[in-house]
Structures are given as structure tokens and as C-alpha cells.
């Protein structure tokens, strides 16, 4: 209710003030204003309890006004009307994919582009530019929560290249894989590579505090109090060191059944790598593969008799192809295409005499069906006794061309061959499912304790104490550690199977042509981000679960 209207009220009410009754009065006052009679027995019940006081504080009465409106919230937001979310929605595409952006945009930038854009936005849709957005900097604040924006980190893209088709398709395999190796009483290794810095400590620590000028407060503390206190308390007050330092690199490998094992536990020095500031360009292929047969001598010396599974990543030292299992791509020059397909006797079929294009086999189909004859084809194929062309006939294809006559090879890599000479599988994680691999959970700890007692800061030091609480994580440890594991993969398996059911649901109501409402919109959503694929494998998984348990 407005001030004005407040007025309009207790006018009237002092007009009937003490010829009415109270009940009588408000309704009089009801129907003279069209208030409603709670309405009016609310402005005057706060009139009344001013006009106290007033008295006590010794003021006249006819001093006694309404005060003024306070700002109706509610009416704000609900002035924020489609459409003027429809605008901002348009100013934020257009700004983000349109504008060549030279910065990162805060708000206010984007407030004042917003306001920029009313003409040109007006012109288009023949409206008047002050209606458009008619808004303050608040108010285009509020919109832009309304929208789901928030202010923060971004945080990294894992979340959304989990759902890509390739990941769920290796997600589910590697599922199904670990399922079905537990169920058959393999003992599955867990095998993973960190680092360690020589300078790695714990981020925060007392200290004492300091004002603008750099003296520390509280400035009144007595002179033998203060000379004593140090201003920081780590061992010998002194702050750590700036940067991270040298690191190391520690390959290890365990699980529930054996722990850690200490015989295949490594701790080396590493060279940080002048290019990518990545352990990963430390430890190469043949650092990788030397480790490997040891830790195959050690299965074999150590269970002879039983079947062994173990877990890596895809990290490029774990996937070193077997020479001459790699084909050239189109990221490959040309002449680098054309003198492989030659060392591999390999030619494209356009090079080959007796070879017919797409149109010449249609008119010899066509022809061979009026004269009710048959009609085979098939692309020739270079003999053993061939030549093979030379370059100058192969550079007359395109790259395309010749990428497109190379016939697909299944990917071999030497881990996965050398395994397989052993009788040892190996079972590849999922990319970005680190939380699949108990082994990470082990370096935390281990880091953790590092972090607590390296007070040094002496690569030497940091290194004893990690090999020290790697070693410490024993079989009922690795127990636990793999049990959250196994809880993980379950939550991945029943969401792909509830999502699978929920889809199948909305096709349902397709089909019998119920009323397609927001749930079915949200399932077409998730499935078109490539939860489809869980439709087609949440089964398997769903069983091969029941089989791990």
C-alpha cells in the first residue's frame, strides 16, 4: 500500500473515529476507499502505536506522518519479464561468439554492452529502445542469476569430457573387464606414477599477524615478550622456500591382497622437461617397460600359479605401439604416406589396372540388369610379384585418397603384448576416472605426510619419506582403499541404469502418445550429451556388478 493510500485510510478513520463502533468503522473505511478491512485495521493499529509515541516523546500529534514506502522487493523481480531475459540471453551469445573479446568481461562491462546493444536489438525487432532493458546495474545482476550465471572458478573441463561417446564407451568396457576379472578370482594390481617436490610443505602455518606498515600486531605487547615470539612457526621460524624445487618420480604398484610392494616401489630423481612442466615427459617408454618386466618377474616368482590382472593408465609411455602396427593419419605429410604405403606394399586400388570408379560400376550394373546378365566387381589388389608404383603415379591422389586405402590395424602396444607373452592381462582405466585406481588415494596419504615432515626442504628428505608411507600401506589398508574403488564404479553403473530406465520411460510415452512434459525434456537432453550410449551397456555392467559382489 502506498503512502498516499495510507493517508486516504486514517483520514477516514479519524473522521469516524468515536461515532462508530470499531468493527463498523473499518467496514465504513473498507467500502469508502475499496481497502480491505484488514487492510485498514492494520494502518491504523500502526498509526495508533506512533501516536504514542509521539506523546511520550512529548511531540503534538498533528507531527505524526505516515512514513515513507518502503521498496516493494517482490514488485522488482517480478518487472523482470521473459523477455527481458530473451534480451540478455541474446547481448551474452553475441558478446561471447560475436565479439571479438580481447579480455575477460566483468559484470559492469557487460552491463554497459548490454545497454550498447538496445538499438541495434530495438531495430531488429521493431521495439522502442527504452523499453528494451529498462534497468539498473542491480537489476541486470539479478538477471543474470536468474539465468544460472554465478561468479567463480570455472573449474576444469573433466565433468564434460566424461560424457564424450569415446569415454563412456571405454567406461563401459573397462567395467564389464574389471567385473568379470573379479568374479573369475584374478588378483588385480593397481599400478600408477606420481611425483614429489623438493619443496612440498604444508601451504598454511601460524605466523604472526602485521599492519599496513609490515609491524606486527599487537604493537603492545611487552619488549621481552615480543623479541621472543617468532614470526612464523616452523622449525627454525624461517618461511619455506619459493617455488616447488627439484622433484622426483615414484612409480609403484599393489592391491588388497599383497599392499604396496616394496621390491617394485621406485623413487628416482627426475629433470623437469624445458617444454611441458609435466612428470609424464620425465618417464619415458623405456623407463616405463624396463620397470615392467620386473614387475612381471616378480608375478611370476611370487604367484606362478595365478592369474594376474594389472590396471595402468593411458599415459603415452604406457602406449608404445609395436613397430609396424601404426598407420599414418592425415596428420602425416604426404611424402611420409606415400613411402610407407610403399615399404608396406600397400596401394590404393585407383592405381591398379582394372580398376572402375563408382559411376563406371553403376552404368555396368545398369547395363548387365537390360541384358539380364550378372555382374561382379571387386577393387584389384596388388599380387606378391607386382611392382609396386612409383612415387610420381601415388602423389597422383590426394592425401584423402590414400589415408582412405589403408586398411584400419587394431592397436598393439608392447606393455600389453609383453603381458600377454606372461599369461598377465591388462586392464586400461577409463580417461579421467582416476577415482577407479585405489593407488591414488595412496599417494595422497603419502604426500600428506611429506607435506607434514619435510622441514628441510631436501629432495633427499622428501624422497625417504615417501618411499616411508608408501610402504606403510599394507594389505588391509589396500583393502579399504579398493572397497571406495568398488563403491565408485557401482555409482557410475547404477546411474548409467537408472538413466537407461528413465530413458526407456520417455520412449515409452512416445510411443503411446502421452503427454510429453519437462521430464521427457530432460531426457532427450541427457541423452543427446551421450548418455545414450549408457542404454546400450548398462546391462552388462549392471550384471557383471552383480557377478563382482
Not at 444 to 451: D, G, L
Not at 468 to 493: P, S
Request: a neutral charge; charged letters at 30%; one cysteine or more.
Amino acid at each position: 500500500m502506498t503512502k498516499e493510500c495510507k493517508e486516504i485510510v486514517i483520514h477516514c478513520c479519524k473522521h469516524f473515529f468515536g461515532t462508530r463502533k470499531p468493527g463498523n468503522m473499518k467496514d465504513a473505511v473498507a467500502e469508502m476507499t475499496g481497502v480491505s478491512a484488514r487492510s485498514v485495521v492494520d494502518v491504523w493499529t500502526e498509526h495508533k502505536k506512533r501516536v504514542e509515541e509521539a506523546r511520550e516523546a512529548g511531540l503534538p500529534e498533528e507531527d505524526v506522518c505516515v512514513p515513507p514506502d518502503e521498496p516493494d522487493v517482490r514488485a522488482r523481480e517480478s518487472a523482470l519479464k521473459t523477455r527481458h531475459l530473451s534480451y540478455v540471453t541474446w547481448c551474452i551469445h553475441k558478446i561471447v561468439y560475436e565479439d571479438k573479446l580481447d579480455e575477460i568481461p566483468a559484470l559492469r562491462k557487460l552491463y554497459d554492452r548490454v545497454l550498447e546493444l538496445r538499438e541495434l536489438y530495438a531495430a531488429r525487432h521493431h521495439l522502442n529502445r527504452d523499453h528494451v532493458f529498462p534497468f539498473s546495474y542491480g537489476t541486470f545482476h539479478k538477471a543474470m542469476g536468474k539465468l544460472g550465471y554465478t561468479h567463480g572458478n570455472t573449474g576444469d573441463e573433466r565433468a564434460r569430457l566424461k560424457t564424450q561417446q569415446h569415454v563412456l564407451e571405454m567406461r563401459s568396457q573397462y567395467l564389464a573387464t574389471i567385473a568379470r576379472l573379479r568374479a573369475k578370482g584374478y588378483l588385480v594390481l593397481y599400478q600408477d606414477e606420481t611425483w614429489v617436490n623438493k619443496n612440498t610443505t604444508k601451504k598454511k602455518s601460524w605466523h604472526r599477524k602485521v599492519d599496513k606498515d609490515g609491524d606486527f600486531v599487537p604493537t603492545d605487547l611487552p619488549d621481552n615478550v615480543a623479541a621472543q615470539l617468532p614470526e612464523i612457526i616452523r622449525p627454525g621460524g624461517k618461511k619455506p622456500p619459493i617455488g616447488k624445487g627439484g622433484r622426483a618420480i615414484v612409480v609403484g604398484i599393489g592391491s588388497s591382497l599383497t599392499g604396496t610392494i616394496p621390491e617394485l616401489l621406485d623413487i628416482f630423481r627426475g629433470k623437469k622437461s624445458k617444454t611441458e612442466d609435466d612428470y609424464h615427459k620425465e618417464m619415458n617408454a623405456t623407463v616405463f617397460e624396463e620397470w615392467f618386466d620386473r614387475v612381471i618377474a616378480w608375478i611370476k616368482t611370487n604367484y606362478p600359479d595365478r592369474k594376474v590382472a594389472v590396471v595402468i593408465d593411458n599415459a603415452s609411455y604406457h602406449s608404445r605401439a609395436v613397430p609396424g602396427t601404426l598407420v599414418p593419419t592425415m596428420s602425416k605429410t604426404k611424402p611420409v604416406i606415400v613411402n610407407w604405403m610403399r615399404t608396406e606394399r600397400v596401394v590404393p586400388p585407383q592405381l591398379l589396372p582394372g580398376y572402375l570408379s563408382p559411376s563406371e560400376v553403376q552404368a555396368k550394373l545398369m547395363e548387365s540388369l537390360k541384358n539380364d546378365q550378372p555382374f561382379n566387381y571387386e577393387d584389384p589388389k596388388l599380387g606378391q610379384d607386382d611392382d609396386v608404383p612409383s612415387v610420381e603415379v601415388h602423389n597422383t591422389l590426394t592425401k584423402k585418397q590414400l589415408v582412405a586405402a589403408i586398411p584400419k590395424r587394431a592397436k598393439r602396444y608392447v606393455v600389453d603384448e609383453k603381458a600377454k607373452e606372461n599369461d598377465i592381462e591388462v586392464v586400461r582405466l577409463p580417461p579421467y576416472h582416476c577415482e577407479f585406481n585405489p593407488i591414488e588415494l595412496v599417494w595422497a596419504r603419502a604426500k600428506a605426510a611429506v607435506a607434514w615432515r619435510n622441514v628441510k626442504y631436501k629432495l633427499k628428505v622428501a624422497m625417504e619419506v615417501m618411499r616411508e608411507e608408501v610402504e606403510k600401506c599394507d594389505a588391509a589398508y589396500w583393502a579399504k582403499l579398493e572397497q571406495h574403488a568398488v563403491k565408485e564404479e557401482q555409482k557410475v553403473i547404477l546411474g548409467d541404469t537408472l538413466l537407461n530406465a528413465r530413458i526407456q520411460r520417455a520412449i515409452e510415452r512416445i510411443e503411446n502418445g502421452t503427454d510429453e512434459n519437462d521430464d521427457l525434456v530432460v531426457m532427450l537432453s541427457l541423452s543427446s550429451s551421450g548418455s545414450s550410449e549408457a542404454s546400450d551397456s548398462s546391462d552388462d555392467d549392471g550384471d557383471d556388478a552383480t557377478a563382482a559382489n
